[in-house]
């Protein structure tokens, strides 16, 4: 039944006389900051904006955890190595939040999870990018985390009350994670030559993809705007992208590292940076499944999904025959 549900929304916003009473009311509690809760009436394209969010977010955690596992067992030091395996559990049990936040909507993990490797649902682009370094690893916990912070800490006020509850948690643990990885490039750029050439070669792949994490272009968004009429998303993707932008370029310039771009500019009118736009079609090209990892990305999901079968085979068949004792004993 999911399938049909997760197609595009982006039709427009209704206006008030196209809206049903129901409608009118349900967009007046929005605009009242009343959160909306699982029981609650709530516009069919407001459910389906909410699983295709929730339900991609979830899958970008846990396909998140992927390029980071990768280093567990290269981690430099055992601190290192216990700090990147909490930061990688914690990515799990952020998964986890959401995809039970996604489950009170009506949709289950399987499907969701059956959606993902069918290439149905999407999982953020920058999980398709490989960590070739143990750098990589410090820019992923500063760059990565750092975007998904900025992006994550409005949505504790979005309008879904579990999807805003999740997000109070996700956002503590995300922004130990920021630190950790702000932490490795500090460590780093203060090291020998080849570590300093090490930090600034993982700033400057991971820049570009890192702005990607927040979207297309205002202009070619389908969602923003029926999104922030329901208080699903609070901010454009451009205004989240140009607040990252002014956060992040003073942490590198604290780094002694230099940001890949030859456009970035302060700009004293507009009160920020000016900066040039990631490769638009190269994000494309990553949405479609021809980025650098997206091919090894879904073979390993696939394979832990195949891999657990028998996890929830024996989960069922023990709630089956629990069921099946109770109403015996009846
Ligand atoms: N990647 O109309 P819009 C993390 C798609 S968590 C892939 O602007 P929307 C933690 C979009 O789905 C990172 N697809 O879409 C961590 C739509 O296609 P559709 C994840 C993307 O939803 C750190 C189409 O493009 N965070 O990193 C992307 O209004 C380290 C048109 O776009 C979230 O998911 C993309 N980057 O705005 C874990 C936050 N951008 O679905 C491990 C919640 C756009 O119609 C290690 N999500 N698309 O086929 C959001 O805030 C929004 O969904 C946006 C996109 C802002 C991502």
């Not at 009242?32 to 516009?43: C, L, T």
Request: charge should be negative.
């Amino acid at each position: 039944m999911y399938a049909q549900m997760v197609k595009s929304t982006g039709q427009g916003v209704k206006s008030r006389d196209e809206m049903s009473a129901e409608e009118r009311d349900f967009q007046d509690k929005v605009d009242a900051d009343i959160r909306i809760e699982p029981r609650d009436w709530m516009p069919e394209g407001y459910k389906k904006t909410l699983i295709r969010q929730i339900g991609q977010h979830a899958h970008s955690e846990i396909v998140g955890q992927l390029p980071e596992g990768n280093w567990i067992t290269r981690a430099p030091t055992l601190e290192r190595k216990m700090i990147l395996l909490a930061k990688v559990q914690d990515e799990a049990g952020h998964g986890l939040y959401l995809y039970c936040a996604a489950e009170t909507l009506g949709v289950t993990r399987d499907e969701m999870t059956e959606m993902l490797l069918s290439g149905k649902m999407k999982y953020s682009s920058i999980f398709n990018y490989p960590t070739l370094t143990w750098a990589d690893i410090g820019a992923v916990g500063w760059l990565v985390d750092g975007a998904a912070i900025m992006n994550q800490v409005p949505l504790q006020r979005t309008s879904y009350g579990p999807y805003a509850r999740a997000m109070v948690r996700i956002c503590k643990e995300e922004s130990f994670h920021q630190r950790q990885g702000y932490d490795i490039m500090m460590r780093m750029a203060r090291g020998s030559e080849a570590q300093k050439r090490m930090a600034q070669d993982a700033l400057n792949r991971f820049w570009y993809p890192s702005l990607m994490m927040f979207g297309p272009s205002d202009a070619n968004s389908v969602h923003s705007e029926q999104s922030m009429a329901w208080k699903i998303k609070i901010n454009t993707n451009d205004e989240l992208r140009q607040k990252f932008v002014d956060q992040t370029v003073p942490q590198a310039e604290y780094l002694g590292l230099s940001v890949p771009d030859e456009n970035l500019k302060w700009n004293e009118e507009k009160g920020g940076y000016d900066f040039s736009e990631p490769d638009w079609d190269e994000f494309f090209d990553v949405l479609r499944g021809a980025g650098p990892g997206n091919t090894q990305r879904l073979t390993d999901r696939q394979k832990a999904w195949e891999d657990g079968a028998w996890v929830r085979e024996g989960l069922m068949a023990h709630a089956e025959k629990k069921a099946a004792r109770k109403v015996a004993a009846e």
